[in-house]
């Protein structure tokens, strides 16, 4: 009985779970929980990343790229239709000549990023998730001159970024990561999978 229950669980688990935020590594840190109030207030040197709306549907997202491989800038504009889950990556800067680089890694893969503050502002009410306030339409909401964001070949599922601010008037930047979500119906198929062992082994 506790092996049928265990894998009922976890069966509602995999119905629900989205595509998250699973490995950080060099200048930025992972947020357990978005955070409150105005991003502008994430103090450098170090990036932060956290978890937005997962699983939700999306009609015509606008991105600044697709699914990898690729190095960005420059953009090559696309969009999205079908369910996705949404992440975060903010680099507050105080100054000019400041730099911070890392990775940031989903367990599903990436569909496609968005950096261009249009864009950003565009996706904030459907991709951002409360309590999180975002500026949008603000000016310096974007990658300065010589910031990078990059998908490598075999690691699709990661971005890799290089943020430099070049001028007193960059402020933040922000690069939005749309990630895929396993389909309902196969998880869902996994789940009763694990049903139907826990029956078999009970006989």
Known sequence: MKCLLSCFAAALICTRAGAAIIGVSGGVTLLPTPPAGPTSLLSPPFAFAWDEQQNISVTS??????????????????????????????????????????SVQFNGPIIGV???????????????????????????????IGSTVRILPGTLDT????FISSSPAHEFTEVRVITAVPAPGAMALLGAGGLVAARRLRR
């Open 114 to 144: 968005i950096f261009d503050g249009t864009r950003l502002a565009m996706s904030d009410p459907v991709c951002g998730l409360p309590p999180t306030v975002y500026l949008s339409g603000h000016p310096g909401r974007l990658l300065d």
């Open 61 to 102: 997202l606008s991105m600044d790229m697709g699914a990898g491989p690729w190095v960005a800038p420059p953009a090559a504009p696309t969009t999205y239709t079908g369910l996705i889950s949404s992440h975060m990556i903010h680099w507050t800067t105080d100054h000019s000549g400041i730099s911070a680089s890392g």
């Open 159 to 162: 971005l890799h970024f290089d």
